[in-house]
């Protein structure tokens, strides 16, 4: 599995397909659907692009994103996921988008530490991180 992030239009989905050789076929864009229709569409793709926005729709439609993706992680280890930096910036000014961060971000972490850490994409430069450091409680 590969996780890619970085803040948005910096080229991660470009850096994706040129690195690995991605076809627009092969690239499920989860915010153009509902959070139900793209559960259900995942299975046919190796890269979900926009994880952020997928998980702010499934909090809305009531739907565990955490589980949906882990579950489409374990069974797809090739799978290469692209997601927004949503942690820097401006702060929230909601509680729904509060929980969406913080949703985010936890599962960003499950993520890396099965990847074995990230790709950051800055401006198109690419920042291969390793997880280094765990966040498991002892």
Do not use: W
């Not at 992030?5 to 092969?26: A, F, Q, S």
């Amino acid at each position: 599995m590969t996780i890619v992030t970085g803040g948005r239009y910096n080229g991660k989905l470009e850096y994706v397909t040129n690195e690995y050789g991605i076809e627009d076929r092969e690239v499920l864009d989860m915010a153009e659907h509902e959070a139900a229709v793209t559960a259900d569409l995942m299975e046919g793709y190796r890269v979900l692009y926009h994880l952020e926005s997928y998980i702010r729709k499934a909090q809305s439609e009531g739907i565990d994103a955490e589980d949906v993706i882990m579950k489409y992680a374990n069974g797809h280890p090739d799978c290469i996921i692209i997601c927004d930096e949503v942690g820097c910036g401006i702060v929230p000014m909601s509680k729904e988008e509060e929980d969406a961060r913080e949703k985010t971000g936890r599962i960003m972490c499950a993520l890396a530490r099965r990847a074995g850490g990230i790709v950051r994409v800055i401006c198109g430069s690419a920042e291969k991180i390793p997880f280094a450091v765990s966040l498991d409680k002892a």
